[in-house]
């Protein structure tokens, strides 16, 4: 993370005044949301008179407000988080939230996008291998027989699903397989009104996954999250009583952060 270190290497590509703003911004801090101006010179190491220019040009540019006494920081500061999020890439967003999820419930956990007629996958928190194939970012698989997959194709157009699906090889993967197009659209409608998929023994004989669609600010499906689970539990039905709030919380958490 040191490589700014590096890039500048000699005194006149340092600016000095970009730096101190910095500090000044970084001196507000959640405990301390109003400072005056001395508060401010101390926490950023500044003189008192450098401290007051930075904050009354924060002030001028809508940055910072200032009522007589204490300077505050506005939401437009919020600006320079949300454009560093949105030039992130999906995987490192997703990475985190996912390491969480999977600790907290003790299973792998996986984002995927659609491609074509297959799901990639972007993301993955392992806890146990359930699966004989190795899943990991790159891997893909059919999206009309897995979870993620028909999250991710009940979100288009149906007719558009409808030919994704035709395009597909559907041979049954295991006895469990559903195979014929028109069943196959009838659970996308289920997926779409209910908001998840559940696969059980589908893709393979032991395996079950629930998914979610993870949305974007606009409400729009950008990918979709999965738990994957050995199939001991009697009824499939106790996988989403017991894994989908979790996977609900995480849906909700990105959605504020995914542009």
């Known amino acids: 993370m040191n490589n700014h270190v590096h890039m500048v290497n000699k005194s006149t590509d340092f600016v000095g005044s970009l730096a101190k703003g910095l500090r000044v911004i ?11 101006i001395t508060d401010v010179a101390q926490a950023a190491e500044l003189d008192r008179a450098t401290a007051r220019r930075c904050l009354l040009t ?20 919020l600006r320079l ?4 999020l ?25 984002v995927s996008v659609l491609e074509g007629a297959e799901i990639l996958y972007v993301a993955r928190a392992a806890q146990r291998r359930v699966m004989s194939i190795g899943l990991m970012p790159g ?17 288009l157009p149906r ?59 606009r ?8 738990i994957g689970l050995a199939a001991i539990q009697s009824n499939a039905a106790e996988v989403v009583s017991g894994y989908l709030s979790d996977m609900l919380r995480v849906q909700a958490g990105l959605k504020r952060v995914l542009q």
């Open 26 to 36: 970084e001196a507000f801090q959640a405990e301390q949301p109003r400072l005056s």
């Open 58 to 77: 924060l002030v001028e540019l809508g940055y910072a407000e200032y009522d007589g006494k204490f300077f505050a920081l506005t939401p437009r500061v």
């Open 81 to 84: 988080g949300v454009a560093a």
């Open 86 to 110: 949105a030039s992130m890439p999906l995987p490192q967003i997703v990475q985190p939230w996912l390491d969480q999820l999977s600790d907290q419930v003790g299973q792998s956990c996986s």
């Open 139 to 155: 891997s893909r698989l059919p999206a009309f027989c897995t979870s993620m997959g028909r999250v991710l194709l009940a979100a």
């Open 159 to 217: 007719d558009e699903a409808r030919s994704l699906i035709e395009s597909s090889d559907l041979a049954p993967r295991t006895a469990h397989s559903l195979t014929d197009i028109s069943d196959l659209m009838q659970e996308l409608d289920r997926v779409r009104r209910q908001g998840y998929a559940l696969v059980d023994q589908e893709v393979e004989i032991g395996l079950r996954a629930l998914s979610v669609p993870l949305l974007n600010q």
């Open 219 to 226: 409400g729009e499906t950008v990918a979709a999250l999965n």
